[in-house]
Nanobody, 118 residues
Framework: VQLVESGGGLVQPGRSLRLSCAASGFTFSSYTMNWYRQAPGKERELVATISSAGGSTNYADSVKGRFTVSRDNAKNTVYLQMNSLKPEDTAVYYC????????????WGQGTQVTVSS
């Protein structure tokens, strides 16, 4: 099983980034996918969730209206489009696969760093 995030980097406030998470080794289309983030010295935060078929999404209040989660089950990939980035969005972002909504993640990626700074 592998979850491999990509797309992180350094970006100025107000700009956009799109994270990708490529999955392999399990039946991706059967899993709810989550994006988490963890900033230095802070607890891990659930940022966005998308249901297995992609028909339902949920967001943390801190990113609602700015971030969009989507998935392509044909490509075994989940995305996180991040717009209007703020310095407080700086964190390591992780994707995680769970068997259902609000269930503990079964699989985790290694994370990708997002730094928002001028």
């Amino acid at each position: 099983v592998q979850l491999v995030e990509s797309g992180g980097g350094l970006v100025q406030p107000g700009r956009s980034l799109r994270l990708s998470c490529a999955a392999s080794g399990f039946t991706f289309s059967s899993y709810t996918m989550n994006w988490y983030r963890q900033a230095p010295g802070k607890e891990r935060e659930l940022v966005a969730t998308i249901s297995s078929a992609g028909g339902s999404t949920n967001y943390a209040d801190s990113v609602k209206g700015r971030f969009t989660v989507s998935r392509d089950n044909a490509k075994n990939t989940v995305y996180l489009q991040m717009n209007s980035l703020k310095p407080e969005d700086t964190a390591v972002y992780y994707c995680a696969a769970a068997r259902g909504y609000k269930m503990m993640a079964s699989y985790w990626g290694q994370g990708t760093q997002v730094t928002v700074s001028s």
